[in-house]
């Protein structure tokens, strides 16, 4: 078995559980492949262990990815595995973690649940971009959701949104956010977007701060392709894709659909959504008691 490891690095606090990690997996006999910005945590001279630095290092021989950190860094690995259909298992070090959902101090839990088959492969759509001008480099897509900014302190912008070309709606508002049922327990939940079930085939359309007291979140199929043309008193807006960001001239042409491809989240059989939504939103719970 090989195992990559992830790390975005500059937390030394998570020395101490990486070699823990790293120990579990080469006295299992597991071939590790830590990215490059784990070095300098590591001093061994083990030959199970190497490294790599991007995306191309990374194929079909590798059977796992471990993402240690929060949610963020799950996102960052997603830029890494691509359409490669490596599962993903998130160990959080974040706060509310709904994608890395493995507690630290259960580090050997995940390791046997690995080693004995004892997970759930759970498949997240993804969000893809379309633009006449290019970014967010050669990877467009992203787990949670794709957003519209106005730039820092300037007045609202307004966002004329169509689906499948047929026009929807303008928005006078700070942004746009289109989620995936994963992102809609991110940016969306925070500007009040509805919860949708992992498995649910849609994206939510969720304004900020709208100007407009009807205008509410919607839920569409994820088989549409929604578009936008932004109109502003600036020449340029923001462009948000998960956790990356660019500016953007205002007459660029955007549109989002679903990405033809899916990501693997590795699952333990004892975790749901439902329970998700229970342990981190503390959803039937009476602090009365």
Not at 105 to 130: E, G, P, Q, Y
Request: hydrophobic share 40%; net charge negative.
């Amino acid at each position: 078995m090989r195992v990559a490891i992830y790390s975005r690095g500059h937390d030394l606090g998570i020395r101490e559980e990486l070699e823990e990690l790293i120990s579990i997996l080469t006295q299992n006999n597991i071939e590790v492949i830590l990215h490059y910005t784990l070095s300098a945590f590591v001093q061994s001279n083990n030959t199970l262990i190497s490294y790599f630095s991007g995306q191309s290092e990374l194929n079909s021989s590798v059977d796992f990815l471990i993402s240690l950190g929060g949610d963020g860094t799950i996102l960052d690995t997603v830029t890494l595995v691509r359409n490669k259909n490596i599962p993903i298992l998130g160990i959080n070090y974040g706060r509310l973690g709904f994608l890395a959902s493995i507690g630290k101090d259960d580090l050997s839990l995940a390791v046997d649940a690995l080693i004995n088959t004892r997970f759930v492969i759970d498949k997240r759509s993804l969000i893809h971009l379309d633009a006449n001008v290019k970014l967010f480099g050669d990877s467009p897509f992203g787990l949670n959701e794709f957003s519209v900014h106005k730039r820092d302190i300037s007045p609202m912008i307004k966002i004329n949104t169509y689906l499948n070309g047929e026009f929807l709606n303008t928005y006078w508002c700070d942004g746009l956010i289109v989620a995936t049922p994963t992102g809609s327990t991110g940016y969306n939940m925070s500007c009040n977007g509805p919860i949708v079930f992992p498995e649910a085939s849609s994206f939510v359309i969720t304004p900020v701060a709208p100007h407009n007291l009807n205008v509410r979140p919607i839920v569409v199929p994820d088989s549409y392709i929604i578009s936008f043309e932004i109109e502003s008193r600036s020449d340029q807006f923001i462009c948000a894709m998960d956790a990356r960001r660019e500016l953007v001239d205002k007459k660029a042409q955007l549109a989002i659909q679903k990405e033809k491809f899916m990501i693997n989240l590795v699952r333990l059989n004892e975790n749901n959504f439902l329970s998700t939504l229970h342990n981190k939103l503390t959803w039937g719970l009476d602090k009365r008691n």
